[in-house]
């Protein structure tokens, strides 16, 4: 008998298993993949306030040891002007953030996780979770030899991404769905360095590009969900053209470098569903998930890993009934993530902003402070409803007019 299951081990799983463990509790974490590997889909970026969260666990020097190259300065192109400059540091002054291949990262999570005393099964494919008196009690699944076993635990967790078993089998109540609103697709390129985050924000479409590890450089495309019929017959010929026609220099940039794999990406829709319920929680893709057009589903799987971690011990301690505690880690995370799942929404449409937002832009060329507290946003180093506020934002437009006037 576990004090948790958790089924999932990448940026969600490892973490909660990391953290839980340490606390004293008995953990068994599975994955029916194996370590290192790749995600399929997932780009890399790792705001400022994910770096801080490996800090604290002990685990950013681990991540830095992979050849991830720091990123400490955004550079986000709208055409008319680029806005340049580096949020404010996150907790513990933590300036840095990284984008490393996911066969570089997860192993460091898992790593830890296992260091710490988790139980690791790779290779294992949960297959149902299991009930008594309305209650889950643990998973029955195959284990990578093929047989099936039952494991049984006080908790279990779902951290099983977007396609989550846990959250099927529970019918966790999903609320605030959006539908797929933008398609992104990445690939690598050597001999191509960045300086920064790297973002050319058009209408209808946005190119990304960054440097990560093995002296790569991911550079791709997001289009709007109306052209994504016609963008899929040919991803590569609308990646090319896409950055033929808005960055011409970083065409360039790549016609001497070296393409380098295949092209990947997809579109995937936003919902929040309740995390918990009895004997079972969710976190990570598989409790909430939005667009990724602000790259912030591991940054963000990092943060309810240990809002998870915490309620649980509370809980699991008698510091509070775990229900009450659960019901906490709910609160907190829709606190902290429901305006950026707004905002990244709105994003994610690709729409040209709207007027007053085009006014602020364009204030930001001259406001130093303003334009790192706006990178801020979306590390998550500002809070988003502080820096939207109406009066926060006339107030830098004003700014910006009056010193105009002088
Ligand atoms: C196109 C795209 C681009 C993205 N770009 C970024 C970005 O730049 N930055 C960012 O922060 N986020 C990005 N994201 C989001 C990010 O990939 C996710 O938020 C993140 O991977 C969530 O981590 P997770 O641990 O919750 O889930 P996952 O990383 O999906 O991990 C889930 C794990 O559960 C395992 N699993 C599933 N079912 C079972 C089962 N039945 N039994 C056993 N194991 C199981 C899987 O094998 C997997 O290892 C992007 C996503 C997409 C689609």
């Given at each position: 008998?576990?004090?948790?299951?958790?089924?999932?081990?990448?940026?969600?799983?490892?973490?909660?298993?990391?953290?839980?463990?340490?606390?004293?509790?008995?953990?068994?974490?599975?994955?029916?993949?194996?370590?290192?590997?790749?995600?399929?889909?997932?780009?890399?970026?790792?705001?400022?306030?994910?770096?801080?969260?490996?800090?604290?666990?002990?685990?950013?020097?681990?991540?830095?040891?992979?050849?991830?190259?720091?990123?400490?300065?955004?550079?986000?192109n709208y055409g008319a002007f680029t806005l340049t400059g580096s949020p404010p540091p996150a907790d513990g002054g933590?300036?840095?953030?990284?984008?490393?291949?996911?066969?570089?990262?997860?192993?460091?999570?898992?790593?830890?996780?296992?260091?710490?005393?988790?139980?690791?099964?790779?290779?294992?494919?949960?297959?149902?979770?299991?009930?008594?008196?309305?209650?889950?009690?643990?998973?029955?699944?195959?284990?990578?030899?093929?047989?099936?076993?039952?494991?049984?635990?006080?908790?279990?967790?779902?951290?099983?991404?977007?396609?989550?078993?846990?959250?099927?089998?529970?019918?966790?109540?999903?609320?605030?769905?959006?539908?797929?609103?933008?398609?992104?697709?990445?690939?690598?390129?050597?001999?191509?360095?960045?300086?920064?985050?790297?973002?050319?924000?058009?209408?209808?479409?946005?190119?990304?590009?960054?440097?990560?590890?093995?002296n790569l450089a991911l550079i791709g495309v997001a289009f709007a969900a109306k052209d994504l019929p016609e963008v899929?017959?040919?991803?590569?010929?609308?990646?090319?053209?896409?950055?033929?026609?808005?960055?011409?220099?970083?065409?360039?940039?790549?016609?001497?470098?070296?393409?380098?794999?295949?092209?990947?990406?997809?579109?995937?829709?936003?919902?929040?569903?309740?995390?918990?319920?009895?004997?079972?929680?969710?976190?990570?893709?598989?409790?909430?998930?939005?667009?990724?057009?602000?790259?912030?589903?591991?940054?963000?799987?990092?943060?309810?890993?240990?809002?998870?971690?915490?309620?649980?011990?509370?809980?699991?301690?008698?510091?509070?009934?775990?229900?009450?505690?659960?019901?906490?880690?709910?609160?907190?995370?829709?606190?902290?993530?429901?305006?950026?799942?707004?905002?990244?929404?709105?994003?994610?449409?690709?729409?040209?902003?709207?007027?007053?937002?085009?006014?602020?832009?364009?204030?930001?060329?001259?406001?130093?402070?303003?334009?790192?507290?706006?990178?801020?946003?979306?590390?998550?180093?500002?809070?988003v409803p502080e820096f939207f506020a109406p009066e926060n934002v006339q107030r830098i437009i004003s700014r910006q007019?009056?010193?105009?006037?002088?």
């Amino acid at each position: 008998m576990y004090d948790a299951i958790i089924v999932g081990a990448r940026c969600a799983g490892s973490p909660t298993a990391l953290l839980l463990t340490r606390k004293g509790y008995k953990v068994l974490l599975l994955d029916r993949g194996t370590f290192p590997s790749d995600m399929p889909f997932s780009n890399h970026y790792v705001h400022q306030t994910g770096s801080a969260r490996l800090k604290r666990w002990g685990l950013l020097d681990p991540l830095a040891a992979t050849g991830c190259p720091p990123i400490t300065t955004n550079h986000w192109n709208y055409g008319a002007f680029t806005l340049t400059g580096s949020p404010p540091p996150a907790d513990g002054g933590v300036t840095e953030a990284y984008a490393p291949r996911r066969k570089a990262l997860d192993p460091v999570l898992v790593n830890a996780a296992v260091a710490a005393g988790a139980e690791l099964r790779e290779g294992f494919s949960a297959q149902e979770v299991l009930w008594e008196n309305d209650r889950v009690v643990g998973i029955r699944g195959r284990q990578k030899s093929g047989n099936i076993v039952s494991e049984k635990a006080r908790i279990t967790i779902g951290a099983d991404g977007m396609f989550s078993l846990v959250a099927r089998a529970v019918k966790a109540p999903e609320y605030n769905n959006k539908p797929p609103l933008e398609g992104s697709w990445y690939s690598y390129w050597s001999g191509v360095r960045m300086k920064g985050w790297h973002l050319w924000l058009r209408p209808q479409r946005v190119i990304f590009a960054y440097n990560t590890n093995d002296n790569l450089a991911l550079i791709g495309v997001a289009f709007a969900a109306k052209d994504l019929p016609e963008v899929r017959t040919d991803v590569e010929r609308h990646h090319q053209q896409t950055i033929r026609e808005i960055a011409p220099d970083l065409a360039e940039q790549m016609q001497s470098g070296r393409h380098e794999g295949k092209f990947v990406g997809g579109a995937i829709p936003g919902y929040v569903r309740k995390p918990y319920g009895p004997g079972w929680a969710l976190v990570g893709d598989a409790g909430y998930q939005k667009d990724p057009c602000t790259a912030s589903g591991i940054t963000d799987a990092f943060g309810s890993a240990e809002w998870l971690a915490e309620a649980i011990d509370a809980g699991f301690s008698g510091r509070q009934p775990l229900e009450a505690a659960l019901a906490d880690y709910e609160r907190k995370r829709n606190e902290s993530e429901l305006p950026y799942y707004e905002m990244t929404s709105q994003l994610a449409t690709l729409q040209p902003p709207p007027p007053e937002i085009q006014q602020l832009l364009a204030a930001l060329v001259d406001n130093p402070e303003e334009r790192s507290r706006f990178f801020g946003v979306v590390a998550h180093t500002v809070p988003v409803p502080e820096f939207f506020a109406p009066e926060n934002v006339q107030r830098i437009i004003s700014r910006q007019k009056g010193a105009g006037a002088v």
